[in-house]
Nanobody, 116 residues
Framework: QVQLVESGGGLVQSGGSLRLSCVVS???????MGWYRQAPGKQRDMVAL???????NYADSVKGRFTISRDNAKNTVYLQMNSLKPEDTAIYYC???????????WGQGTQVTVSS
């Protein structure tokens, strides 16, 4: 089974930066990869996506501040987060989706807390 393990979360002040990593026991290059986040009492929302062709998509709330990238040799997806705001506080999840079957796989999440 495909497994995803996130890391890099933590506590930072407003305006700070964090880099999240997602190590995948599968291919990050031939699947759709994404980062999602969920704050307490709210739904899980898409933050950033990267296709097998390298096309990226971002939520309006993070556009210009966050960058999704991948290292195919390491089967790792990254989320660089700059200019962090308190409203970015959430659990961040990594997702892999297969194009043909549509099957989705999720990591267990990593906590990001942005303080004032």
């Amino acid at each position: 089974q495909v497994q995803l393990v996130e890391s890099g979360g933590g506590l930072v002040q407003s305006g700070g930066s964090l880099r999240l990593s997602c190590v995948v026991s599968g291919s990050v290059s031939i699947n759709l990869m994404g980062w999602y986040r969920q704050a307490p009492g709210k739904q899980r929302d898409m933050v950033a996506l990267i296709t097998s062709g390298g096309i990226t998509n971002y939520a309006d709330s993070v556009k210009g501040r966050f960058t999704i990238s991948r290292d195919n040799a390491k089967n790792t997806v990254y989320l660089q987060m700059n200019s962090l705001k308190p409203e970015d506080t959430a659990i961040y999840y990594c997702k892999l989706k297969r194009y043909l079957s549509g099957t989705e796989y999720w990591g267990q999440g990593t906590q990001v807390t942005v303080s004032s």
